[in-house]
Nanobody
Framework: VQLQASGGGLVQAGGSLRLSCAAS????????IGWFRQPPGKEREFVAA????????YYEDSVKGRFTISRDNAKNTVYLQMNSLKPEDTAVYYC????????????????WGQGTLVTVSS
């Protein structure tokens, strides 16, 4: 299983970015794809996730209403649309997968891809 995150960059506060997580190596019908982030000097934290079968989504409280996670079955890709970005959203963002649903704990996820850096300037 391989997961590749992309789409990060530098954006001003209030701006938007869309991250992509391209998945390969298996079908994900019984898996959850999650986005996590690791701010500078801090631990990795949960952001959002989607259970592939049925498309159930769940979010960390601080991003609710600003971030939207979605999937494209044909492309085997999960997206994270990030709007109204804040400086505190600055972090390396990772995507990962977990069997079943609906953990928020990094230790339940595996196949961590290379992260993508999001920097939000004030």
């Amino acid at each position: 299983v391989q997961l590749q995150a992309s789409g990060g960059g530098l954006v001003q506060a209030g701006g938007s970015l869309r991250l992509s997580c391209a998945a390969s190596g298996r079908t994900f019908s019984s898996y959850t794809i999650g986005w996590f982030r690791q701010p500078p000097g801090k631990e990795r934290e949960f952001v959002a996730a989607i259970f592939w079968s049925g498309g159930y989504t769940y979010y960390e409280d601080s991003v609710k209403g600003r971030f939207t996670i979605s999937r494209d079955n044909a492309k085997n890709t999960v997206y994270l649309q990030m709007n109204s970005l804040k400086p505190e959203d600055t972090a390396v963002y990772y995507c990962s997968s977990a069997a079943g649903c609906c953990s928020r704990k990094p230790r339940d996820f595996g196949s961590w891809g290379q992260g993508t850096l999001v920097t939000v300037s004030s």
